[in-house]
């Protein structure tokens, strides 16, 4: 017998307030948004089956979301922030009510005639809820994320640019997961009539915690080499030829 998913929202009521205030060379804005909403499936399960008992109950639920912005344009480090909090509360679903936080940090280093550097960093926390239909609920999430790019320009053809980043996913059910990565690339621009070349490397380790898809946490590290080259097909032309070559390397361990 196949299961039935049924899941629908309808959305009945979504005002908003929003104040903007300046601070000197910053601006400061305050949202609030606020909604109800009718959910005829909150968990995404099945509908009732003899052989499960189990229903994807219907409900409907309120929420206040207000949220401060802050971003500065001045300055050496541009910056732009926020953090908000997202109230819940079901009418009958008790359980699945939540102040669900969330927060965003951005910094970029300003673009400057005659400078070689550009760099940013960044960083972003979420909580949140979402359906898993084979757990027939809804599993809470927390969501860590934070990179680093930066790009230095040596001379007139020569550019190198790297990165690194880094995610932490916690599920209150079900597995959770952390990344940690890094690539770089050098390249070497408009030589020989336009030729370019370029080279790269990348690395990137993922651990996932025991969980619904595995019994043990399991590792798994990837790393990536590759280099090529181009070139214009006719000079002053748009069209070009790629040559590329890479090689990947996986390591799996639980």
């Known amino acids: 017998m196949k299961a039935k998913i049924v899941a629908a929202g309808l959305l009945v009521l ?42 994807g109950k219907s409900d409907t639920f309120v929420n206040l979301a207000p ?54 960093l960044q960083a972003v926390y979420t909580e949140s809820a ?21 790009k230095l320009q040596i001379g007139r053809r020569l550019q190198l640019s790297a990165g690194t980043s880094y995610s932490n996913l916690q599920r209150s059910s079900d597995s959770s997961q952390k990344t940690i990565g890094t690539d770089w690339r050098l390249t070497l621009a408009d030589f020989l009539r336009g030729t370019s070349a370029r080279a ?19 590792a798994q590290t990837s790393q990536q080499i590759s280099a090529g080259l181009s070139r214009p097909l006719f000079r002053g032309g748009d069209t070009s030829i790629y040559a590329d070559f890479g090689y990947r390397f996986l390591d799996l361990s639980g």
């Open 200 to 218: 790269s490397y990348s690395y990137l380790f993922t651990r996932s915690e025991a969980g619904r898809y595995s019994a043990i946490p399991i």
């Open 130 to 150: 979402e359906v898993q239909q084979e757990l027939n609920t809804r599993v809470h999430t927390n969501s860590l994320t934070a990179d680093a790019t930066g």
């Open 14 to 55: 979504t005002p908003s307030v929003h104040a903007l205030v300046n601070l000197g060379p910053g601006e400061l804005d305050l949202l609030a948004t606020a909604g109800i909403t009718y959910d005829s499936n909150v968990t995404g399960g099945q509908t009732a089956t003899p052989a499960s008992g189990k229903t």
């Open 67 to 120: 949220q401060l912005e802050f971003a500065r344009a001045a300055g050496l480090i541009q910056l732009e922030s926020a953090a908000g909090v997202n109230f819940i509360r079901y009418f009958d679903k008790t359980e699945f009510d939540a102040e669900d936080l969330n927060g965003r940090l951005k910094l970029t280093l300003a673009e400057m005639a005659g400078s070689s550097f550009q760099g940013s």
